[in-house]
T-cell receptor
Framework: TQLLEQSPQFLSIQEGENLTVYCNSS?????LQWYRQEPGEGPVLLVT?????EVKKLKRLTFQFGDARKDSSLHITAAQPGDTGLYLC???????????????FGKGTLLTVNP | DAGVTQSPTHLIKTRGQQVTLRCSPK?????VSWYQQALGQGPQFIFQ???????QRGNFPDRFSGHQFPNYSSELNVNALLLGDSALYLC????????????????FGSGTRLTVV
C-alpha cells in the first residue's frame, strides 16, 4: 500500500512569515501533485513535479521533488491570509508495473495565516 | 469555461438506501475519476472511467458502482448505504492520459456532501 505522509498536520502563522510543509513516502511515484482545498470546495491543482530534483516556482510558492522521487516540499514566502487552506500532496503512478491512473493523497496540512 | 459540475451539492440519506451522484466533466476532458473524502482525511480513489468503461478501481466494495455516458458525464451509485459512507464525494476530470500514469493534473468539482443517518 502506498502512503503519503504530510507534516505538519496543522500550521498557524502570522502574515509575512515563511513556512515549509513536507510530503514523504516510502514509495516511488512518477510524479507528485500539490493541491489547495478551501472549505466546501474541491482541491485545486497548484503544480505537478515530474523529474527527480525538480524545483518549480509559482509566485511566492516553491515546490521541490526529491531526487529519489519519494518526497516533496512546498515553501511559501511571506504568507498572506489568502494562502489559508488545506494543502494536499498526491502521488501519481508507481513503478510496480502496469498502468496506474489513481492519485494517492496525503491527509493534508491545514494552514491558517492570520492578518 | 465551465469546470467540473457535480450535483446535488448536499444530500441526506437513511441507512440502507441507495444514492446516485452526477458529474459533468470540464469541457474538452473525457476521463472521469471519483474520490471519497472523509472529514479530516485526504481524498481516496474510488474508480476511473474512460471510454465508458471502468479503467481502474480502488479499494471500495461492490456497493460502489459507476457509469460513464457517451457525452463523458458520469454517475456514482452507492447501494445499501452505511453510516461510514458519509463523506464529500469528489469528481475529477482530465484529458486523455498520454502515458501509463496520471502525470497530468486533474480538475476537481466542488463535490457532493453525503450524510447518512
Amino acid at each position: 500500500t502506498q502512503l503519503l505522509e504530510q507534516s505538519p498536520q496543522f500550521l498557524s502563522i502570522q502574515e509575512g512569515e515563511n513556512l515549509t510543509v513536507y510530503c514523504n513516502s516510502s514509495s516511488v511515484f512518477s510524479s507528485l501533485q500539490w493541491y489547495r482545498q478551501e472549505p466546501g470546495e474541491g482541491p485545486v491543482l497548484l503544480v505537478t513535479v515530474v523529474t527527480g530534483g525538480e524545483v518549480k516556482k509559482l509566485k511566492r510558492l516553491t515546490f521541490q521533488f526529491g531526487d529519489a522521487r519519494k518526497d516533496s516540499s512546498l515553501h511559501i514566502t511571506a504568507a498572506q491570509p489568502g494562502d489559508t487552506g488545506l494543502y494536499l500532496c498526491a502521488g501519481a503512478g508507481s513503478y510496480s508495473g502496469g498502468s496506474n491512473y489513481k492519485l494517492t493523497f496525503g491527509k493534508g496540512t491545514l494552514l491558517t495565516v492570520n492578518p | 469555461d465551465a469546470g467540473v459540475t457535480q450535483s446535488p451539492t448536499h444530500l441526506i440519506k437513511t441507512r440502507g438506501q441507495q444514492v446516485t451522484l452526477r458529474c459533468s466533466p470540464k469541457s474538452g476532458h473525457d476521463t472521469v475519476s471519483w474520490y471519497q473524502q472523509a472529514l479530516g482525511q485526504g481524498p481516496q480513489f474510488i474508480f476511473q472511467y474512460y471510454e465508458e468503461e471502468e479503467r481502474q478501481r480502488g479499494n471500495f466494495p461492490d456497493r460502489f458502482s459507476g457509469h460513464q455516458f457517451p457525452n463523458y458525464s458520469s454517475e456514482l451509485n452507492v447501494n445499501a448505504l452505511l453510516l461510514g459512507d458519509s463523506a464529500l464525494y469528489l469528481c475529477a476530470s482530465s484529458a486523455r492520459d498520454r502515458g501509463r500514469f496520471a502525470n497530468y493534473g486533474y480538475t476537481f468539482g466542488s463535490g457532493t456532501r453525503l450524510t447518512v443517518v
